[in-house]
Nanobody, 120 residues
Framework: HVQLVESGGGSVQAGGSLRLTCAAS????????MGWFPQTPGKEREGVAAIDSDGRTSYADSVKGRFIISKDKEKNTVDLQMDSVNVEDGGTYSC???????????????WGQGTQVTVS
């Protein structure tokens, strides 16, 4: 049973930081591409960061230099460190797992329910 559970969301002022965590269980997630996908009501969900089985990362241009995706195999978690957040960064952030190659526009088939990020 595949489970992806996000946590760490909340309210933060513009310029501040948040750290989101995705807890993975029920599958060999370390062999998959893992990504973070924010969504605002009325807009399409789009990926901002992804990490592959070797730890290599990719980012959307809008978050480069501000967000860092990482994973901890011992803790079974994938984190998204969000620094210097903008109002435009707000939304519901979902964690997702997909097959390689690990690309932001690749195929992600397993999803968490998301955690809300509000930037004021």
């Amino acid at each position: 049973h595949v489970q992806l559970v996000e946590s760490g969301g909340g309210s933060v002022q513009a310029g501040g930081s948040l750290r989101l965590t995705c807890a993975a269980s029920g599958f060999y997630w370390e062999y998959y591409c893992m990504g973070w996908f924010p969504q605002t009501p009325g807009k399409e969900r789009e990926g901002v960061a992804a990490i592959d089985s070797d730890g290599r990362t990719s980012y959307a241009d809008s978050v480069k230099g501000r967000f860092i995706i990482s994973k901890d195999k011992e803790k079974n978690t994938v984190d998204l460190q969000m620094d210097s957040v903008n109002v435009e960064d707000g939304g519901t952030y979902s964690c997702a797992a997909g097959s390689p190659p690990c690309e932001l526009h690749g195929q992600f088939n397993s999803w968490g329910q998301g955690t809300q990020v509000t930037v004021s």
